[in-house]
């Protein structure tokens, strides 16, 4: 589960600005926000500014485009993921940058920040791109444009924000928020946003630095207003296949869990839209479930409720399940997915057998709890989830609040389904398709950004106790929204100051690392370019010595020059003698290298001794560490050694 860099935003509490909604845009309704201006603009010098969450990867997704035509046309731009899910930034027909960094974690929100200025004389100031705040250096394409070019965008041309003009796709996928695009000025990224002091995070900011200019404009996706332009020159956009219940509470500031795209699940079985909150039943498969796991793993304290809607796509339906299991040997583990979760030793659910008319709880593999006479083709649903006391609830709508199963009241605590939760514990939504490949449920999911599931219904407007969410019934007393606001302040505030990466390209010689703000106590390092070995370095076995994680060989000495010391900001790297003095896999010269490093118990630990007897004469012993020093002492009683 990819679920680090939502823990970590939520640290700091309040914020000095807060965003309040975001725009859904499924690809798969091909929803886009279109203008054509009805004159030009600055053609050389603007800015973007805008916050997106990404719910699909793996294909060509358009976010900001303009055009008179098709690709090789003249006045043809796009901002854009390529299929790869590298950043582009494309005009005619030359890409004027395209990341070798990828963009494919489906949890966080990226602010992109992306600057043109072709009236400037020195080429490097020509355009930038910052992702959250830091400058993108490096690219598999770029192409500097030429003094005073002028490009596609702010022209009097077809524009859409999440599509391509003149093309029927390459729709983006997911959240947008806060589009700002300033019209004939070069704006700083920190006028748009800031880095919090308490976490190291990229934050937002609200912008007042003036003007918008002729076609500049400022989307803050109202519901009721989708497509207003807040910036006050009145360039308004139209919503295309947009509806109300697309604007959601899901923000850069309070980011919510949605199903992990990222992780290997089965796409014949189950189909994932709407912001990943839609999981539909889709094609049968030799009896596999659709399983999936949420964003955020679950807090280790704390009472949590989610809502779901369950309902019927085809025939008469089939198996919708919401639960939380561990993620082992005894509970779900994706992409397992041959089995019914359900029956896992370490799972505790709910299930609707819409095709049975039925609702089950299930616990520890026992269904505890059966409903019958179930037969509406669709029902709100809810989980309630008592972290501290071990409990679990399901229930389901009885026309005018929650029927708890098992004759459970999540708000006095009673008749909950036992559950041990640990740091793993996660919560997982599963669809079946029966074997005729015709009854088909789906699951949309709730928890408190998507009031209107989906535009399936009109929203609730009910809050927690801390005024957070919109849920279809009111939550029981005492349980809360899981989003970032709600979530418990972590231990570790700022994240770079236990672990962080650093990139670097090797020479062949002896050199020091030292961009870390801390004494790193594990190493892993990589060639990023090349298949030599992971190399696995800790400070316990010592700085010479490396285990391998993709092979079974013996931990090894002296592994290809490998790290000679840690150093209180880094480390440093040996060049080698003899067969080691290519550096293979930590320092060959022009290999790229990544090293990720963790602190660990912020004191240097101390090291570890194999102690031999090296003589029966009574107190001498040989201390070896590990055979690289050995020192024979007479041991005396009450001596310090």
Known sequence: MSFGATKLLAASGGKDYEIDQSVLLDSGDNAYLSKTPSSAGNLRTWTLSFWIKRSKLGSLQCMYGAANGGSGATDYGIIYFDSNDALGFYYNSSTIALTNRKFRDTSAWYHIYIKADTTQSTASDRWAIYINGVQETSFSESVTPSQNQEMAWNNNIATNVGGIPTSSSYYFDGYMAEFHNIDGTAKAVTDFGKTDAVTGAWTPKKYGGGSYGTNGFYLKFVSGAIGTDSSGEGNNWTANNLANGDILLDTPTNNYPTVNYAEPWNTTVSDLRQGNLNIKAATYSSGNFGSHFITFILPTSGKW??????????????????????????????????????????????????????????????????????????????????????????????????????????????????????????????????????????????????????????????????????????????????????????????????????????????????????????????????????????????????????????????????????????????????????????????????????????????????????????????????GTSAVTLNLQEGGTY
């Open 305 to 626: 409720y989610v809502e779901w809607l369950s309902g019927i796509q085809a025939g008469i339906g089939n198996v919708a399940q919401l639960g939380i299991s561990k993620q082992g040997p005894d509970g779900l583990v994706i992409p397992n997915q041959s089995q019914n979760p359900a029956s896992f030793s370490g799972s505790t659910a709910m299930t609707m057998e819409i095709s049975g008319d039925q609702a089950e709880i299930y616990d520890g593999g026992s269904a505890i709890d059966t409903d019958t006479g179930l037969t509406a083709t669709s029902y709100v649903c809810a989980i309630a989830i008592d972290i501290d006391n071990d409990k679990f609830w399901g229930g389901y709508d009885n026309g005018s609040s929650i029927t708890w199963m098992n004759s459970g009241d999540p708000a006095n605590g009673s008749n909950g389904a036992a559950h041990t939760f640990d740091s793993d514990s996660g919560i997982y939504a599963t669809t079946t398709v029966n074997s005729l490949n015709s009854n088909r449920s789906y699951i949309i999911l709730n928890f408190g950004q998507n009031g209107t599931f989906s535009n399936y219904k009109t929203a609730g407007g009910n809050t927690d106790g801390n005024g957070e969410g919109n849920f279809f019934y009111s939550p029981p007393s005492g349980f809360k929204a899981l989003n970032q606001k709600n979530l418990p302040t972590p231990t570790i505030k700022k994240s770079t100051e236990f672990f962080d990466t650093v990139l670097y390209t090797g020479n062949g010689s002896d050199r020091d690392i030292t961009s870390y703000s801390f004494q790193p106590d594990f190493l892993w390092l990589k060639s990023r370019e090349s298949t030599y070995w992971h190399r696995l370095i800790d400070s316990v076995r010592g700085s010479t010595r490396s285990l391998h994680s993709d092979n079974d060989q013996v931990e090894l000495v002296d592994d290809y020059g490998t790290v000679g010391s840690f150093l209180s900001n880094g480390f440093s790297l040996r060049a080698g003698t003899g067969s080691n003095a290519n550096q293979n896999g930590t320092n060959a010269s022009g290999d790229d290298m990544v090293a990720w490093a963790w602190k660990v118990g912020g004191t240097a630990p101390s090291k570890t001794y194999a102690v031999k007897v090296v003589s029966d004469s009574g107190n001498k012993y040989r201390f070896d560490d590990y």
